[in-house]
């Protein structure tokens, strides 16, 4: 069992580096162009979504998943996972494959839109991706 | 740049055959030497029951807590190619809880050049 609180900070975590994922504006802007205020890149993007999957993995009812929540979760997951070992981004990467990624992360954010980590968040206007931070 | 890049792609794909294999923290730094990247000391204070482990991406180690999957550590090297200041020179990332935090163990947000804590400036110490 894991607490609450690390429950809410790693889905919210987590989500967060998939709207990064879903936004091929942020990552022109970010990503290559290095224009912040964000400090990030696609490696940066991989490690920070392994490290809050870290506590994720597995414990799909602990976090209260629907079980479509978890089927797209995890399809998405599993293929990102597959992407990020085989390509880097900076000299070349499979852009048909990436599209793919980027479609389904919007799916992914459509589905979990209505969890209730993300509910209440959203209520206490603290959703980090609709409310930006100062960095 | 070019070739900090193409030296980052080819120590991705010579490091990912270790992902799943259990490793000592040695053989780990063995494995990084031979891509060409350095690796540093073990930052003082780090556990010894930490379970150490080839960072995703960046040729870098994470140091994760046994029991807590909140809490981990990221040594990583610094990248020529990196847009950002902050990641052309080697750097730690601490996650707490899930969030990441500062040099001196403020939460910040973790797309936040403060979550890249240069390795230099960085104490277990001053976070705890």
Redesign the interface.
């Known amino acids: 069992m ?1 607490n609450n ?2 429950k809410i ?2 889905l919210l ?1 987590l989500l ?1 580096v998939v709207k990064g994922i879903s936004d091929l504006n942020y990552q022109i802007r970010v990503w ?3 224009v ?1 205020p ?7 993007t ?3 979504f ?3 999957e ?2 994720i993995k597995e414990r799909y009812k602990e976090y209260e998943m629907t079980v479509k929540q978890r089927d797209i979760y995890i399809k998405f997951r599993d293929l990102f996972r597959e992407f ?2 085989d390509n ?1 981004f ?2 070349d990467f499979d852009a048909e494959k990436w599209q793919i990624i980027m479609d389904l992360a919007k799916e992914v954010l459509k589905a979990f839109d209505d969890h209730p980590y993300v509910v209440e968040a959203r209520k206490a206007g603290q959703l ?1 991706w609709e409310n930006r ?1 100062d ?1 | 740049m070019q070739a900090s890049a193409y030296k980052a792609r080819q120590a991705q794909k010579a490091l990912k055959k270790y992902k799943n294999i259990p490793l000592t923290e040695a053989e780990i730094r063995t494995k990084i030497h031979e891509t060409g990247y350095k690796t540093y000391p073990r930052p003082e204070g780090i556990p010894s029951n930490y379970i150490v482990e080839i960072s995703d991406k960046g040729a870098g180690i994470k140091y994760m807590h046994p029991k807590d999957c909140g809490t981990s550590i990221r040594v990583m090297p610094g990248k020529a190619h990196s847009p950002f200041p902050y990641q052309r020179q080697p750097y730690v990332t601490v996650k707490r809880k899930s969030k990441n935090i500062d040099k001196f163990g403020n939460e910040v947000h973790f797309k936040s050049p403060k979550a890249h804590i240069p390795l230099l400036e960085f104490s277990l110490r001053n976070i705890e």
């Open positions: 894991i609180e690390i900070n790693s975590g967060e290559i162009q290095g912040g964000e400090c990030d890149d696609f490696d940066e991989v490690n920070n392994v490290d809050f870290e506590c990020a070992d880097d900076v000299l980090p931070k960095f």
